[in-house]
T-cell receptor
């Protein structure tokens, strides 16, 4: 398996522009997570999907952030409009969840977002 | 609610020396425990995990960790580190039967000097 695939790997945009980050989870995994990592705040969970349904989006910073998972093999995280404070590395991770609890997560390589 | 504390933000060590990275957790129920490693400019990857059974868990790259329920700890150890072990290490906990969402610690930066 190719692992979790994220695109783009790097994104530089100007404040006010729309940014869309993409993720393809590992085939067969039924849970998907979006994280944001910064030096100041560490690794923050933004949103979690199970079987394509958003379960917990309490970590989404504000209405400018939205995430979708239209099918089991694709998810997007959108920021509109973007702001300089959104600059961070955004990770997508997937895992296979079943009764008994969560198992380990498999992380993608991340998207480094810079908003100028 | 579960939480994870990694007591050291940075651990410098010389090559071939032993190392221990500390992790303590709080949870009111039984737990699953994980250690992940993040090399520069990469995503996190699993080093090892404790689900049940033997409290001493062996992982990749010569790392091991011991689950201590009474101390609520899951410290990571390696008897002899290499330069290539320089990375960020994250401890994580999740609760079987409860929320599947793991809680991550803030990370410990292991810096191996020649």
């Amino acid at each position: 398996d190719a692992g979790v695939i994220q695109s783009p790997r790097h994104e530089v945009t100007e404040m006010g522009q729309e940014v869309t980050l993409r993720c393809k989870p590992i085939s067969g995994h039924n849970s998907l997570f979006w994280y944001r990592q910064t030096m100041m705040r560490g690794l923050e969970l933004l949103i979690y999907f199970n079987n394509n349904v958003p379960i917990d989006d309490s970590g989404m910073p504000e209405d400018r952030f939205s995430a979708k998972m239209p099918n089991a093999s694709f998810s997007t995280l959108k920021i509109q409009p973007s702001e300089p404070r959104d600059s961070a590395v955004y990770f997508c991770a997937s895992s296979l969840e079943y009764s008994g609890g969560g198992y380990e997560q498999y992380f993608g390589p991340g998207t480094r977002l810079t908003v100028t | 609610a579960q939480s994870v504390t990694q007591l050291d933000s940075q651990v410098p060590v010389f090559e071939e020396a032993p190392v221990e990275l500390r992790c303590n957790y709080s949870s009111s129920v039984s737990v699953y425990l994980f250690w992940y490693v993040q090399y520069p400019n990469q995503g996190l990857q699993l080093l090892l995990k404790y689900l049940s059974g033997s409290t001493l868990v062996k992982g990749i790259n010569g790392f091991e960790a011991e689950f201590n329920k009474s101390q609520t700890s899951f410290h990571l150890r390696k008897p002899s580190v290499h330069i290539s072990d320089t990375a960020e290490y994250f401890c994580a906990v999740s609760e079987p039967g409860g929320s599947y969402i793991p809680t991550f610690g803030r990370g410990t930066s292991l810096i191996v000097h020649p």
